[in-house]
C-alpha cells in the first residue's frame, strides 16, 4: 500500500521522493524535522563558545615574532615544566594501565564484598572536584598526613615532590582505564577461553594469548585519555605538588604564573605548544588503537 | 561434548585462576584503591570535623564562604540548562541525520575534553582579557567578562560543554529513526514527535548527563581559575574559596567548603549508581 503524499506523510515509504524534500548536496534527505534548527544551534554554539575562543589563541599568538616565541616556549623553565608535566604524566598512565586493567578485572570476573561499592567509587576521581582532592591528597601525602607518615621513615617523600605530581595524576587517571576496559571485558565471549584451555592452555597462557589482545584496544584507549587528561591536570596537583620552578613546577601551572605577570605571550606560547604536542603524542595513540582494532576483528 | 571435557581431569582450574590468585589479585586492587580513592574522601570529612561540629558550622556560615556557594550556583545554573539545550540539539541534528563532515563535528564537540582547563581558562583571557583580541572594544563598552562573573560562566560552560551531547549522540544513534518516522506518519509535528516518542526514550541518558555536567560544573577549578582574578566574596567559586582558605592554612574551614563539594560527589556517584543499576539497558549505548 502506498500511503498518500498529498499531506503530510512521509517520503521514508516512496520510492521516489517528492521534490519537496530538499536533497542538500551534503546531507541525504529525510522526513525528520528540526535539521536546520539544531544543526545551525549546534554550530553557532560550538563556533561562538569553542572555536572563537581557540581561534583567539592563535590569533594572538601571531601578534609575536617567531624569536620571541622561540624564546618563551624554550626557556629552561618551560623546558623543565614539560618535561615534568609530560614525564609525571606518562608514569601515572603506565601505573593507571596496569591498575586499570586490574582493577576492571576483578570487578567482572570475580565476586567479593563491597563490589557495587567498588564499582562506583571508581568515578569518584570524575566526581570530585580537582581541588577537593588537591588538598585531600596533599594532607595525606604530607610527612605528617595519615600516608606521609608510614612513608617519611622509609626515606620516601611524596608531597612537594615530582612524585607527589604522579601520584595526584594517578588519581585523576584511573577511572578512563577501568571505564574502558570493563564493557570489553564483560562483552568477552568465553567461549575462546574454553576452546584455549581445552587445548591444553594454562591460566596464563589464555591471558596472555587470548585475553590480552582482545582488550588491548580498549586498553590503549583508556591509556592515552589519562595520559591527555592528566597532561592538563591543574587542580587537583598544584597542592600536592610544591610547585618550585625548575622541579616541581607543571606546565598548566607556569602558564597561570605567566597570565599573572601580564606575559601573555609567554603564556599563549606554553599553551599552544601543550595543546600541540599532546595532539602529536595521541595521534600515533590513536592510530595504534584503530589498528590493532582491524587486526583483532580480522582475527 | 566440550562442556563435559572441559570439567575432567583439572582443566577446569584453567577457566578461572586459582584461589590464591584471586586473593592476591583482590587484595592488591583493594590497596590501591583503598590508598587513592577511599582515603582521600574520609580525609576530606575528617579534616572538616577535626575541631569539632561548631567549627565545621561557623566555616560554613561565614558570609564570604555563602557567597562562594552561591556564585557556584549561579555559574552551574546557567551553565548546564544551556549546555542541555545545545546537547539535546546536537544530538538532534548528528543522530538522527546523515550527512557529510559528521565525524569531524563530533570530535569538535569532544574538544574541551581534550584541552586543559587551564588553557581553557587562558583562551577567554586571550580573547575578552584588558589586553585580549576584543578587551579593548568591550572596555569602550565598560562591559567587564574577565575577572569577573560572566567570565566565570564562560569558562564553566567551556569546560563542561559536551557532557550532554556525549552521552546523548550514541544513545540516540543506537535507537534509531523508526520510531520519530511513525509519529511523522501519523500525523505529529517536529515538536510533537521529539516529546511524545524521543524524549521518554532519552530521559535517563538526559538526566545522566546533566548530572555529571552539573558535577563538573560545580566543582570546576582549573578553567574558572584562570579567569576569576580571586576577588573575595564576589568572583570566587566554591573551590576556588578552598584553594584561598587553604593557602592561608584555614585547614578546617578549607576542608568544611571541600565537604560539601565531596558530599555533592557522593550523591552524584549515588545517583548515577542508581540510574545505572535501574534504567542500565536504557543507558546502555552511553555507556559502552
Redesign the interface.
Known sequence: MR?STA????A??DDNPPARVRR?F???P??????G???G??LF??GL??????A??V??AMDFTGAQIWAAATAPRALAAYRLSFGAALIAAVINLF?GV??A??LV??R?PFK?V????????????????G???A??YAPN???GRLLDPIGIKVAYTPLGVV?AL??IG?PFVVRTVQ?VLQDLNKDV??????LG???WQ?FQRVIAPSIMPAALTGFALAF?RA?????SVI?IAGNLPMKSEIA??L??IK?EQ?D?AG??TI?ST??IA?FLL?LPINVLQRWSRLRSAEA | MAFGRAHTDGKVAALTESVAVRAVLIGLAMVFIAAFLVLPLVAVFSEAFAKGFGAYVDAIKDPIALAAVKLTFIAAGISVPLNLIFGVAASWAIAKFEFRGKSVLITLIDLPFSVSPVIAGLIYVLLFGAQGLLGPWLQSMDVQIIFAVPGIVLATMFVTFPFVARELIPLMQEQGTEEEEAARSLGADGWQTFRRVTLPNIKWGLLYGVLLCNARAMGEFGAVSVVSGHIRGVTNTMPLHVEILYSEYNMVAAFAVASLLASLAVVTLLAKGGLEWRYGHELAASRG
Do not use: H
Not at chain 1, 563558545?49 to 581557540?54: A, E, I, R
Not at chain 1, 577461553?193 to 581445552?198: G, K, L
Not at chain 1, 597532561?231 to 587542580?235: K, V
Open positions: 500511503p499531506n503530510n506523510a512521509p521514508v515509504f542538500a551534503w546531507r541525504q529525510s522526513v525528520l524535522p528540526g535539521f534548527l539544531t544543526m544551534f549546534t554554539y560550538l563558545l569553542v572555536m572563537l575562543p581557540l583567539a589563541l590569533l594572538k591498575f586490574l582493577v578485572w576483578i570476573r570475580y567479593f557495587r567498588v564499582d562506583g567509587l571508581v568515578d569518584l576521581p570524575f566526581a570530585l572536584p580537582t581541588a577537593v582532592a588538598i585531600a591528597l594532607t595525606l598526613g595519615w600516608v601520584v594517578v588519581f584511573l564493557p577461553e574454553e576452546a584455549a584451555a581445552s592452555a594454562s591460566r589464555t591527555a597532561l592538563g591536570e591543574y587542580g597542592f598548566p601551572l602558564i597561570i597570565l601580564y601573555y603564556a599563549a599553551g601543550m595543546l599532546s595521541l
